[in-house]
C-alpha cells in the first residue's frame, strides 16, 4: 500500500526555520517524484518543490525558491523540506505527494500527482 507520512510541522515566529520530513511506503521511492505543496484556507493548492529521485533533479516553484530547500534520504526513505526565514504568508497546511506519470504538463500541478500525505500545519506567527 503506498503511503506518504509528514512531520515537522508546528507553530513558529516569523523568521524562524523548520524542516517537515515525508515518510514514503509501498513503492520504489529510488525511481519516484515526490512533491511539496501547501494549500492555506480558501486558496488552491499551491506546488513548492519537487525532487526527482531517480536523477536528483530538483524543482523550485517561485514561492519556494530561495528560501525553501528540498532533499532526499533514500535510506530512509524519506524527503525534506528545509524551510527558512518564513512568513506568515507561509501558514498553511503542508502536504507531499508522488506521482507515477512517466511526463507531467505541469510539474507542480497537485492534479499530476497520485498519492497524497495526510498533510501538517504550519503556523508563522508575526
Known amino acids: 500500500e503506498v503511503q506518504l507520512v509528514e512531520s515537522g510541522g508546528g507553530l513558529v515566529q516569523a523568521g524562524e526555520s523548520l524542516r517537515l520530513a515525508c515518510t514514503a511506503h509501498?513503492?520504489?521511492?529510488?525511481?519516484?517524484?515526490i512533491g511539496w505543496f501547501r494549500q492555506a484556507p480558501g486558496k488552491e493548492r499551491e506546488g513548492l518543490s519537487v525532487i526527482e529521485n531517480s536523477d536528483s533533479k530538483i524543482f523550485y516553484s517561485d514561492s519556494a525558491r530561495g528560501r525553501f530547500t528540498i532533499s532526499s534520504d533514500n535510506a530512509k526513505n524519506t524527503v525534506y523540506l528545509q524551510m527558512s526565514s518564513l512568513r506568515p504568508e507561509d501558514t498553511a497546511v503542508y502536504y507531499c505527494?508522488?506521482?507515477?506519470?512517466?511526463?507531467?504538463?505541469?510539474?507542480?500541478?497537485?492534479?499530476?500527482?497520485?498519492?497524497w500525505g495526510q498533510g501538517t500545519q504550519v503556523t508563522v506567527s508575526s
Open positions: 509501498g513503492f520504489s521511492f529510488v525511481d519516484a517524484r
Open positions: 505527494a508522488t506521482s507515477f506519470k512517466k511526463q507531467t504538463m505541469n510539474i507542480f500541478h497537485f492534479r499530476e500527482y497520485d498519492y
